[in-house]
């Protein structure tokens, strides 16, 4: 079965930092691009990273655009966001997906950025 699970949220000051990993397993993880979500509290889920299979390409929306980077590691089927210069508007619920065809939702890992 299919899965994904999020991990290394927490609790974090203003313009702090975080690495978020995501450990996939039960289908080919290289051969999908993968991404990077949130979802704050109201609001819809947005897709805020992406990364093609293989890691060539890279791609970050404008809200954290030169703050935050995707990568990936195929050998070990994880991927990976560093957050740098985090801000309250951060806060969120952060999911992995594949890009395409999705997969079920994890649980999600919840970072909150707070003074």
């Known amino acids: 079965e299919a899965q994904l699970v999020e991990s290394g949220g927490g609790l974090v000051q203003p313009g702090g930092s975080l690495r978020l990993s995501c450990a996939a397993s039960g289908f080919a993880f290289s051969w999908y691009g993968m991404g990077w979500y949130r979802q704050a509290p109201g609001k819809e889920r947005e897709r805020v990273a992406a990364i093609t299979k293989g890691g060539t390409d890279t791609a970050t929306t404008d809200p954290v655009k030169g703050r935050f980077t995707i990568s990936r590691d195929d050998t070990k089927n994880m991927v990976y966001l560093q957050m740098n210069s985090l801000k309250p508007e951060d806060t969120a619920l952060y999911y992995c997906?594949?890009?395409?065809?999705?997969?079920?939702w994890g649980q999600g890992t919840q970072v909150t950025v707070s003074a």
């Open positions: 997906n594949r890009l395409g065809v999705q997969l079920s």
